[in-house]
Nanobody, 115 residues
Framework: QVQLVESGGGLVQPGGSLRLSCAAS????????MGWYRQAPGKQRELVAA???????NYANSVKGRFTISRDNAKNTVGLQMNSLKPEDTAVYYC?????????WGQGTQVTVSS
């Protein structure tokens, strides 16, 4: 089993910044992809950004140029720097990890962008 614990959500004004962090523990050997998904009320969960153990990244078109994903393999952490936040970024953000063929999820952290 892999446990994922997120931190860093909150309320921010449009145009502001937030940083999310996620720490993995447990059976972490073999984790390849880590990343972030989000789910807004009434919508499906969607990929925000992902990064492999080799450093390859993938971003949703809606966040390209504003969000940056990073990963520290030694510390088993993944971060998401979110800049120029928009009201439509409001959602619960979930940390995700894939180990072999199994997906693991954090408990989620709320991000609210509002004036």
């Amino acid at each position: 089993q892999v446990q994922l614990v997120e931190s860093g959500g909150g309320l921010v004004q449009p145009g502001g910044s937030l940083r999310l962090s996620c720490a993995a523990s447990g059976s972490i050997f073999g984790i390849n992809s880590m990343g972030w998904y989000r789910q807004a009320p009434g919508k499906q969960r969607e990929l925000v950004a992902a990064i492999t153990s080799g450093g390859s990244t993938n971003y949703a078109n809606s966040v390209k140029g504003r969000f940056t994903i990073s990963r520290d393999n030694a510390k088993n952490t993944v971060g998401l720097q979110m800049n120029s936040l928009k009201p439509e970024d409001t959602a619960v953000y979930y940390c995700h990890a894939r180990r072999v063929v199994t997906d693991y999820w954090g408990q989620g952290t709320q991000v609210t962008v509002s004036s």
